[in-house]
């Protein structure tokens, strides 16, 4: 990331916990949450960042399904990160992990090639031109992007904005970037169900980067 970059991708909401939130951020917190300078997260496995994981319903899910990747689930909500937590503790999971960040910074702390692959579902899409700035994927975090992911791993993208896709595959040039079918790993999440109910349809890419 470029110095003096702070256009956010996301709003900063305020709004107080509910009890059970704030009990499982002060319970779960110390066990499940990982902080600034995000070391230690490489085990011996895959390890998958998933950008925006909301509230966390298709990151508990993917845990669940393949328990020998590791999950690193960033969230910058409060409400998100604590909804997370309970369903880590409902479901027993041991290989999901949570950081409330900004996930370009944590993308940038990490090791680069250490990512097996990087998760965007349904990113804020910011779809008014003069926001398009504001969007996650953005020509100097995909540089971010391609330094972390590994030999042969992909940034999946999944949105119900079609002005995204496009947006995606101008910032991708160079990549191999393509429109896929919906892969049937990727669970429903909360917001694609929000655009489904709304009549738009869902878009998945697969991008991997070119290596030089
Ligand atoms: C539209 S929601 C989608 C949530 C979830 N992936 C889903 O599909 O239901 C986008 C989420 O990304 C989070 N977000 C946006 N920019 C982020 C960033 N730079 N780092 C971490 N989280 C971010 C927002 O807080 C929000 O929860």
């Avoid at 059970?20 to 895959?46: H, K, N, T």
């Avoid at 409060?78 to 999901?96: D, K």
């Avoid at 995204?164 to 790993?185: C, F, I, S």
Wanted: hydrophobic letters at 45%; one cysteine or more; glycine letters at 8%.
């Amino acid at each position: 990331m470029e110095a003096g970059e702070e256009i956010r991708s996301f709003k900063v909401r305020a709004g107080r916990l509910g009890p059970a939130s704030q009990d499982a951020l002060e319970r779960l917190w110390p066990v499940f949450g990982v902080a600034p300078p995000y070391s230690g997260l490489l085990r011996d496995r895959p390890l998958v960042l998933e950008v925006g994981s909301g509230m966390g319903e298709a990151t508990a899910a993917m845990a669940q399904a393949d328990p020998s990747t590791d999950l690193l689930a960033v969230e910058v909500h409060p409400a998100g990160v604590a909804a997370l937590l309970r369903r880590i503790e409902e479901h027993g999971l041991r290989n999901v992990r949570v950081a409330q960040d900004d996930a370009i910074t944590v993308l940038t702390a990490l090791p680069d090639q250490s990512l097996a692959e990087v998760r965007l579902y349904f990113p804020d899409p910011w779809p008014k031109a003069k926001h398009a700035k504001r969007r996650f994927l953005r020509p100097s975090f995909a540089e971010v992007l391609r330094s972390k992911l590994g030999p042969g791993a992909r940034l999946h993208l999944a949105t119900d904005c079609l002005a995204y896709v496009e947006h995606a595959l101008q910032v991708l040039q160079g990549w191999d970037a393509r429109v896929v079918e919906r892969p049937a790993h990727r669970p429903l999440t909360r917001f694609e169900q929000q655009g489904l109910d709304a009549g738009r349809p869902i878009t998945d890419v697969y991008a991997i980067p070119a290596r030089g």
